[in-house]
């Protein structure tokens, strides 16, 4: 395996108050091509008016299997949780979901690299 840190294989999915409007299961990253190597998920209340729940998901390409990294998470306001200790593998075609407990009120920096052959 080859891990660069700059290039096209690195890749970074941002969601914010705005994107994450829902609270229903929001899809903020997809692997492609090859599998991905997530470094780290961090997110943020950027509110003053409570501590609200967070879910992270890793959803499998065929939908069948479901992996709770994150379920009900309270972030306390104006507070940044980062909530992978060591890397994870996602497999092609599989998706990274966020569901906030709370609209307006969480923001989601992903960042990690491809894993190229």
Known sequence: MLFRST??????????????????????YTSTTYPTLIQSI??????????????????????LTTTYLA??????????????????RVEVGSTIGIKVGQTSTIDVIISGKQILP
Do not use: F
């Open 71 to 88: 379920r009900d998470l309270l972030i306390p306001r104006y507070s940044t949780v980062d909530i992978l200790d060591r890397p994870k």
């Open 7 to 28: 290039g096209p294989e690195v890749i970074r999915s941002y969601a914010s108050t705005v994107s994450l409007a829902t609270t229903s299961l929001t899809t903020v």
């Open 42 to 63: 961090h997110l943020a209340n950027r509110t003053d008016t409570g501590d609200y729940p967070v879910s992270v998901v890793i959803t499998s390409s065929s939908g």
